[in-house]
DNA sequence: CTGTTAGCGCCTTCAT
DNA sequence: ATGAAGGCGCTAACAG
């Protein structure tokens, strides 16, 4: 560990403190002699410029902190990756940061940021703890993938219901009419939208809802078990499942096959976020994909927006997703119908 | 955001700074009536102490980093968890930093610790650009789940000997015969201390190793499935299947079923690290579990003793692992013999 | 182009 | 128990 500094290399070199920080700093605006004996005495002395007391000097740290819900959660990957590649670029640094549905650790991660440990905070957490939600001034905040309607916060989504239809109206297109949807933690923004688009694409094609086909979930894997085995056990029959989340989906898969129906020949089966569930899917997963390093990207530059300055734009930035084709969705066969019906429960 | 300063809270308590920099720190060291009239200014003023400011004055950040290899891999998040758990006891913070196995990345966050942007290192890549490993001075680094040959570091790990050995041991047990061995990257020490305690099983057992069933992989889904391609493509008789990973297992089996292979009726399959790659398998992977919150927070452990001025031991830590029973093993049945030869190829 | 100087906000002796 | 004062390492005016 070098413990030289600014002095000690200005000493070294012959020159004023100021004239190494410029050398550093600013090359150009220092006559090439001089520069050179200073690089020399930098490396001479293997001098590292303290970061803290640059930061403090400067008042910002150039580090945001990156808050999910969860990090056990694959998904998040590849949003840190869009977020790191952009800030890394811009110079920045991020820290990720696990809420653990947690209001003390949100608490904790906004005080960091109070505490100016950090510039600014990425939250995808999908709430606020109260106290801070209706906070007169908060520190610089981007909301991504949530949606937190109590507060005023600039954010980075998807259309949720859009996105929905596209899967649903894909089954529909198929010929499905009996559509299972296993939906996220309700009533969330992120999860009602998700059924709303899914009522949207059955009106839309005349199809009458049937709550029987709505089973409800939380995102993780169990539960896309647990709803196929509320499902049959109930002996609602259907041909087709959209579930909220790939984890259900694959869950969901798993149950299905346990209980001897096939997929996607008698059942089937689109996914939602296109994480690497899908991929080792068998077969693999017809999915809405999320660009999750775009969002990532995305809020990261509104952050830098705000962090340099420029007004953020209060109306939130909307990202594409797509549905990619893969091998769980076929036509239904009228056969199954029947099947379907005769050989519910375990 | 407040802007308040440890002065404005002093002259609005009509105190020093001094004073308040105490009733802050160590109450117990003013007097109760003084203290009151403290914490009230800081309520009224909203103070929160600069956390840079404290930093630099005290010239440690109590932050840490963790550099893994890849954060796509889900396999890191519970040794996140672990470390984090222990440095948040501790008043630490942690930093997740992803190296993509690119020298220039490592040696940013390196450097990072040099400039005090962090006080420590938690290293789980396998490897330190050489500039670094034969660096003099290296600023504080613990490394995890690898191995560095070149660096005398802190190291906390796990007998990938033993460990490889507890899974194929389980499957000449069962009475597999003809195992095939699915590596890591090789020479890397992981890898190859996998691959040796496979060469050891065999050895106490008495089978003689045959080249033809280690299959070279990457630890990634698609290296598993090309290492089924592979084997089915030169006719290689087996009937059980070890995989250094769990990612490379699930390749595996998926890659064997589309050939018309069933697991576990004709291979049996054994992962390595018990991710959620063995919950979403079909059926449960057998694998070798790793104790990862444990091994995050041991490591993390050796940090704080380090930064505390504590000596480390130079000697690493080794974490225990464990055989998970699962569904993909069972005893081969001998028609399957016969079958894997004739069947070969697509 | 280069040097001098004044802090950034806080903690911590050293007095009192 | 409290106050005064120095300084952590660096950058950014401001002079020269």
Redesign the pocket.
């Known amino acids: 560990m070098s413990t030289s500094?600014?002095?000690s290399v200005a000493k070294y070199a012959?020159?004023?403190?100021?004239?190494v920080?410029?050398a550093?700093?600013t090359p150009e605006?220092?006559?090439p002699?001089?520069?050179e004996k200073v690089l020399a005495a930098v490396a001479a002395l293997n001098f590292v410029?303290?970061a803290q007391?640059?930061q403090?000097?400067?008042?910002a740290t150039r580090t945001v902190i990156l808050l999910v819900r969860d990090i056990s959660n694959p998904f998040y990957l590849d949003i840190y990756k869009g977020v790191e590649e952009t800030a890394f670029a811009a110079g920045y640094r991020v820290l990720m940061g696990d809420a653990r549905s947690d209001a003390a650790r949100i608490e904790h991660y906004v005080e960091m940021v109070r505490r100016r440990q950090a510039d600014g905070l990425i939250l995808m957490t999908g709430w606020l703890p109260p106290s801070l939600a209706m906070a007169p001034a908060l520190p610089p905040i981007i909301v991504a993938l949530e949606f937190i309607p109590q507060a005023d916060l600039p954010t980075v989504m998807i259309d949720n219901e859009a996105a929905a239809r596209l899967a649903v109206d894909h089954l529909i297109r198929l010929g499905h009419r009996r559509i299972v949807h296993l939906t996220g933690p309700l009533p969330e923004p992120m999860s009602a939208g998700r059924h709303q688009g899914y009522l949207a694409a059955l009106a839309a094609a005349g199809i009458a809802p049937d709550p029987d086909l709505t089973v409800y979930g939380d995102f993780h894997v169990a539960s896309g078990r647990a709803g196929v085995v509320n499902l049959l056990a109930r002996r609602v029959s259907f041909t087709a499942l959209f579930a909220s989340s790939d984890a259900m989906a694959i869950g969901a898969i798993n149950e299905l096959r346990a209980h001897g129906r096939r997929v996607p020949e008698d059942v089937s089966v689109v996914g939602f976020d296109d994480t690497v569930f899908a991929e080792v899917s068998d077969p693999p997963l017809t999915t809405i994909r999320q660009h999750r390093r775009e969002i990532g990207g995305k809020a990261m530059e509104l952050m830098i927006g705000i962090l340099s300055g420029r007004k953020p734009k209060p109306a939130g930035i909307c990202v594409e997703v797509d549905l990619v084709l893969r091998g769980t969705t076929i036509p239904p066969a009228h056969v199954h119908q029947r099947h379907a019906i005769s050989s519910g429960g375990t």
Chains 1, 2 share one sequence.
Not at 14 to 19: E, I, L, N, R
Not at 56 to 59: G, H
């Open positions: 500094t600014i002095r012959g020159v004023s403190t100021a004239t920080s410029r550093l700093a605006a220092v006559r002699g001089t520069r410029p303290n007391a640059v403090f000097r400067r008042q």
